[in-house]
């Protein structure tokens, strides 16, 4: 079976779904009824084959990627689920930053404590799951607009898995089996915005730390789940300006994709199009003291998935 990715791009005349092969996108529309990748999705299971019938003989002309503009993969993408606290060495990392965990202790009895808390969480505790909104979504090559009133927005590059068929009550033998593919999604954060010390009984609030337009930079393109051997696997780069700031595998995943799925899945349906980013590793903008300024350039990478490439503009 020849690879091939599943994206939405725009020629000057609309957007289109695509297939991509070897850099060169091929028009779905052109050999199939699907008018958007919407469609794909809601059909997956047949349109897959019909998709990958066409990478093996194509019957389309090629056009270059670099001759149209590549949109968000899925058209008019579903909701969105984020795991977080989700990769062990992050975590550990931001617990001996922050200091939590046992009063007095050293940095390296911090980290201890919290590699032993993070090991009970995963043999006995459950996901940290919050929501996101579709409208913060953007393409893998557009700007990233930074609000003004703020000055510390942050970068969490990660793996984000696009669900295919209806998932409800799945075990999580079964959960990837209602997987379509996986994409790139950089989840940026506003950091101050996360506590709500006017009601501290609340916690955090999530919505308007994260939900900025352009916050949730995704693509290039979907990669079908029969291409990627193992996403617990997969190498995770996130570079600021040339220089390399989180580098990581997603085998440092608390719990993985499939552990994910089925415990969203006991709450909500998770339906064709809706996405679950899987947590960020080590290398945060919070780590390094040193958050997002406008002319900075992100480039973003998941072994097998593409590179996203993204300008920090100055918003309102």
Request: glycine share 10%; aromatic share 14%; charged share 25%.
């Given at each position: 079976m020849t690879r091939f990715a599943l994206g939405t791009f725009d020629a000057g005349d609309g957007p289109f779904p695509g297939i991509v092969i070897d850099e060169n996108i091929h028009d779905i529309t052109a050999f199939t009824d699907y008018a958007s990748t919407d469609e794909v999705l809601q059909d997956w299971t047949r349109a897959f084959e019909r998709l990958a019938a066409e990478a093996d003989a194509p019957t389309t002309p090629p056009t270059p990627a670099s001759a149209v503009r590549t949109l968000p993969p899925v058209a008019r993408a579903g909701?969105?689920?984020?795991?977080?606290?989700?990769?062990r060495e992050h975590v550990i990392q931001m617990s001996v930053a922050h200091k939590l965990g046992t009063e007095g202790l050293s940095e390296a009895e911090l980290a201890e404590e919290a590699a032993r808390d993070i090991d009970e969480r995963k043999a006995n505790g459950?996901?940290?799951v919050w929501t996101g909104v579709p409208s913060a979504i953007s393409g893998a090559y557009d700007d990233v607009v930074l609000p003004a009133a703020w000055d510390d927005h942050d970068w969490e590059l990660e793996l984000g898995v696009v669900i295919g068929t209806r998932a409800h009550h799945v075990s999580v033998d079964d959960a990837l089996d209602h997987v379509a593919g996986y994409t790139i999604c950089n989840d940026l954060t506003t950091?101050?915005?996360?506590?709500?010390?006017?009601?501290?009984m609340m916690g955090t609030d999530w919505m308007r730390a994260k939900n900025f337009p352009t916050f949730y930079p995704t693509g290039p393109w979907l990669v079908p789940a029969q291409f990627v051997d193992d996403p617990l696997d997969l190498g995770i780069r996130l570079s600021l300006n040339g220089k390399l700031m989180q580098d990581s595998n997603t085998g440092d995943m608390v719990f993985g994709p499939a552990e994910l799925i089925s415990y969203i899945s006991k709450f909500v349906a998770l339906e064709p199009g809706d996405m679950v980013i899987t947590g960020s590793p080590p290398g945060n903008g919070s780590h390094w003291g040193r958050f997002l300024r406008p002319g900075d350039v992100m480039e973003c990478e998941i072994d097998g998935l593409g590179t996203q490439r993204t300008e920090c503009v100055q918003g309102d």
């Open positions: 909701q969105i689920y984020g795991a977080g606290a989700n990769y459950e996901p940290y950091r101050s915005l996360v506590p709500r010390k006017d009601i501290a």
